[in-house]
Structures are given as structure tokens and as C-alpha cells.
Antibody
Framework: EMKLVESGGGVVQPGGSLRLACTASGITVSLNHMTWVRQAPGEGLEWLSTIYSGGNIYYGASVKDRFIVSRDNSKNIVYLQMNSLRANDTAVYFC??????????????WGQGTTVTVSS | SSELTQDPAVSVALGQTVRISCQGDSLRKYFPSWYQQKPGQAPRLVMFGKNSRPPGIPDRFVGSDTGNTAYLTVTGAQAGDEADYYCYCRDSDGDHRIFGGGTRLTVL
């Protein structure tokens, strides 16, 4: 069974940092493109970043230069390092596996999400 | 960067057909994927490519497109189809991604 489990969420003060982890089972993160998505309370989905199997990483404009994605192939984990956090970073953060969708992009396996609250 | 535009809400009578739209320039170049999200749950892939469904998604869900607009059609709508639906696509550069704002589907 393919499964993704996010962890590391919590409450952090504005300006602080937090690192989220996405632990995969049944999926080899180094062989797949992995994506981070978030959803602010009552809002829609926002693409944050995709790390390609080859190692290239792309970020959305709202998190570029503040968030950093990495992966630990030996542990089969993808990380999202979040720095300089702001109140509007408050959201549920999901990781997902990119599926094999010819001619486009799709995410076919999702974690359950982890909640990040930025508040003083 | 590009944008994907969706109607905020649509409704459909039980058993009838509804079409959810997603408009954006990147759709001229790439196929979108569509996600169903129910309250408190992670999104679920329901459509990708030209008109492909993941295992377990009924053929009542149909994908189509014309020009810069993609559609997710739900035929014979059921109460369990009530959810938020998001389209998602590669941006014009191919590497970044974008979501539509989402459409809330209400089954009456």
C-alpha cells in the first residue's frame, strides 16, 4: 500500500521556523516527483513546491526564498523547511506523490495533512 | 505566471448532470487534473489527462476540454458527489504548477 504521512506541524510564532516531514511507505521518494500543497482555513488549495526525482526543485511565488524542500533518500522522507513564517502561512500542509499523467501533472497519492498555526 | 479560473459554486439536482469548468491559458498546452475534496479530508484525484480516471472513480466523471477551458462533467449526480472540486495544471513554463480557486458542488 502506498502511503504518505506528514508530521511536524504545530504552533509557531511569526518569524519563526518549522520543519515538516513527509514519510513515505510503498513509494520511493527518490524515484518520484513529490509535491507540497497547503490549504489555509476556509480557502482553496495552493501549490507550494515540487521536487523532481532528478533533484530539481520548484517553488511557488509566495514561499520562494522562505521555504526549502529537501529529501532524505535513506529515510524515504521529504522535508519542507519553513522559515520567516507569517500569519498567512497558517494552513494544513499536504504532501503528495506526482502520478504518471502524460501531457499534464497530477497527484495520485496524498497524505492526511499536518496543521501549522502561526500566531503570537 | 498563469491563472486557472473556476466558478465558485454550482448546484445540480440529484440524478442530473453538471459541468464544472476551469479556464486558463496553460490549458492550451497541458491537460489539467481534477481533485475532489470533502470537508476534513485530503483531496482525491478524480480525473487526469485527456479523460482518464484513477481506479475506483466511476465513469460518471468525464473530462473534456476546448481551447483554454477544461471541464469536469458529473452525470447522474449523487449526494456523495457533493464536495469542492479543484483543477490543477502545469504553469506555462512547465515546471511550476497552479490550482484553480475551486468549485463547490451542491447536490440538491
Amino acid at each position: 500500500e502506498m502511503k504518505l504521512v506528514e508530521s511536524g506541524g504545530g504552533v509557531v510564532q511569526p518569524g519563526g521556523s518549522l520543519r515538516l516531514a513527509c514519510t513515505a511507505s510503498g513509494i520511493t521518494v527518490s524515484l518520484n516527483h513529490m509535491t507540497w500543497v497547503r490549504q489555509a482555513p476556509g480557502e482553496g488549495l495552493e501549490w507550494l513546491s515540487t521536487i523532481y526525482s532528478g533533484g530539481n526543485i520548484y517553488y511557488g511565488a509566495s514561499v520562494k526564498d522562505r521555504f526549502i524542500v529537501s529529501r532524505d533518500n535513506s529515510k524515504n522522507i521529504v522535508y519542507l523547511q519553513m522559515n520567516s513564517l507569517r500569519a498567512n502561512d497558517t494552513a494544513v500542509y499536504f504532501c503528495a506523490r506526482d502520478g504518471f499523467c502524460r501531457g499534464g501533472a497530477c497527484m495520485d497519492v496524498w497524505g492526511q495533512g499536518t496543521t501549522v498555526t502561526v500566531s503570537s | 505566471s498563469s491563472e486557472l479560473t473556476q466558478d465558485p459554486a454550482v448546484s445540480v439536482a440529484l440524478g442530473q448532470t453538471v459541468r464544472i469548468s476551469c479556464q486558463g491559458d496553460s490549458l492550451r498546452k497541458y491537460f489539467p487534473s481534477w481533485y475532489q475534496q470533502k470537508p476534513g479530508q485530503a483531496p482525491r484525484l478524480v480525473m487526469f489527462g485527456k479523460n482518464s480516471r484513477p481506479p475506483g472513480i466511476p465513469d460518471r466523471f468525464v473530462g473534456s476540454d476546448t481551447g483554454n477551458t477544461a471541464y469536469l462533467t458529473v452525470t447522474g449526480a449523487q449526494a456523495g458527489d457533493e464536495a469542492d472540486y479543484y483543477c490543477y495544471c502545469r504553469d506555462s513554463d512547465g515546471d511550476h504548477r497552479i490550482f484553480g480557486g475551486g468549485t463547490r458542488l451542491t447536490v440538491l
